[in-house]
């Protein structure tokens, strides 16, 4: 079957603390999504499952490019969805059919997000 999306290494973090007026914000950041890498087949069903915070809404904007990973290759289609710009980014999230079912499981003890 054939190849609908694949993600390779993909990296993002974000600063450590509360907002930009924050006092915790002391230049350090953490890792939210650290290195995942699947590949979903055109047909196929795939979910992201994790306990709360281990970076299921991280990655599904990053696919959608509404946030951009810090490190990765993202493909979709056959086409390296990191280089879509202006309008090809925006017809690509107008036709994005993909549902991501995002499905919080409390009885997981621990998430990595590498694992996902
Ligand atoms: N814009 C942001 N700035 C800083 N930290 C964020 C931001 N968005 C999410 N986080 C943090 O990144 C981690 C992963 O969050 P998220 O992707 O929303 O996880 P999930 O969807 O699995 O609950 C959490 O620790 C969350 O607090
Ligand atoms: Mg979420």
Do not use: N
């Amino acid at each position: 079957m054939e190849t609908l999306l694949t993600a390779r290494d993909v990296r993002k973090t974000y600063h450590r603390g509360g907002g930009i007026f924050s006092q915790e914000t002391d230049g350090a950041r953490f890792t939210a999504v650290d290195g995942v890498s699947f590949s979903v087949l055109r047909g196929e069903t795939f979910a992201i499952v994790g306990e709360s915070g281990c970076g299921k809404t991280t990655l599904a904007r990053m696919l959608l490019r509404l946030i951009e990973p810090d490190a990765g290759e993202i493909d979709f289609e056959g086409r390296d969805l990191l280089a879509l710009r202006g309008g090809e980014l925006r017809s690509l999230r107008a036709a994005c059919k993909w549902s991501f079912r995002i499905l919080s499981l409390r009885s997981i003890p621990a998430c990595a997000s590498a694992k996902l």
